[in-house]
């Protein structure tokens, strides 16, 4: 009876702790990365390699990642999500966070070589799976690489894509 | 942040900007298969409660991925290139609790 209880209790903790912590970590998370996306709005980032452009004086391959996950409570309520189908928008704006963490990584990365454009970006997602496997994955993993381009002072300035 | 302190070229795309190709070596991988160790995924699975980035993982994947690039290069390098093009990155799970990442692209000689 006292097992079955403090099994309870500790769940409940759980879902708890997930749920405010959580969502507290997801709303300052989500800040911060609109913050750096307003920083960095003058980079240009296309998934294409766009021509005419002028001459390109030096390139780099640059990457950004990241791996992020659900806390317990959105988890559960992710799999009640599963029994009756539909939106799972915990999974939504994990993979939303996910993804423009990963761009701005990559783009961090470009600025910091004094790359002002990255071209042909491609992004790509895979799931890590959990060793239990009883929570389904432990986490996502976005990878977003291109490459950074820097154009000579001659041609026009920054290649306009718009 | 994977450090990118390779000795030779790697881009993305078709070709490397600027540059023009003028030998081709064929295609070039690298690869490397790693499982999470169990500190690591002591301290990730209390990090799943909360959710949000899991930090280890993310840097044992960027050493990971290190690593693969650096066997490509190495091989680029053995087959006599100065770039490697359309490098592409593939991840995936073996097992549960290890994956395998892939990178592959084309060895070539550039020339500016």
């Known amino acids: 009876m006292f097992d079955a209880l403090s099994s309870i209790g500790f769940t409940l903790f759980l879902f708890i ?14 800040k911060s990365i609109r913050k750096r996306e307003l ?6 980032v296309c998934n294409f390699v766009p021509e005419g452009q002028g001459a390109v004086d030096q390139s780099m391959l640059v990457t950004g990642s990241v791996v992020v996950s659900l806390d317990y409570f959105k988890r559960i ?3 009640l999500r599963l029994i009756f189908g539909g939106r799972v928008k915990a ?12 761009v701005l990584r ?5 600025r910091q070589h004094g790359y002002g454009s990255v071209i042909n970006v491609r992004i790509e997602t895979s799931t890590i799976a959990s060793k239990g496997g009883k929570n389904g994955t432990a986490g996502v993993e976005v990878l977003v690489f291109g490459t950074a381009v820097r ?8 290649p306009v894509v718009s | 942040m994977m450090k990118m302190d390779f000795p030779i070229e790697l881009s993305n795309t078709e070709n490397v900007p600027g540059k023009t190709i003028t030998e081709f070596h064929g295609i070039v991988s690298g690869s490397t298969v790693r499982a999470k160790h169990v500190g690591r995924d002591f301290m990730a ?22 690593e693969a690039v650096s066997r490509m290069v190495a091989q680029a390098q053995s087959v006599g290139a100065n770039a490697v093009v359309n490098v592409r ?4 799970s073996v097992a549960s609790g290890a994956s395998e990442l892939y990178v592959y692209g084309t060895a070539v000689t550039v020339q500016r």
């Open chain 1, 91 to 102: 999974f939504e704006t994990l993979l939303d966070r996910g993804r423009r963490e990963a």
């Open chain 1, 151 to 158: 154009y000579l002072a001659t041609s026009n300035q920054e």
């Open chain 1, 39 to 44: 920083q960095t709005r003058q980079m240009v």
């Open chain 1, 77 to 79: 309520l992710a799999g």
């Open chain 1, 17 to 30: 702790v997930g749920y405010v912590c959580g969502s507290l970590a997801e709303k300052k998370h989500f």
């Open chain 2, 89 to 92: 990155f593939a991840t995936s």
């Open chain 2, 45 to 66: 699975g209390l990090k799943n409660i909360v959710g949000g980035e899991l930090k280890g993982y993310t840097e044992l994947l960027e050493e990971s991925r290190h």
């Open chain 1, 106 to 110: 990559m783009k961090a990365q470009a």
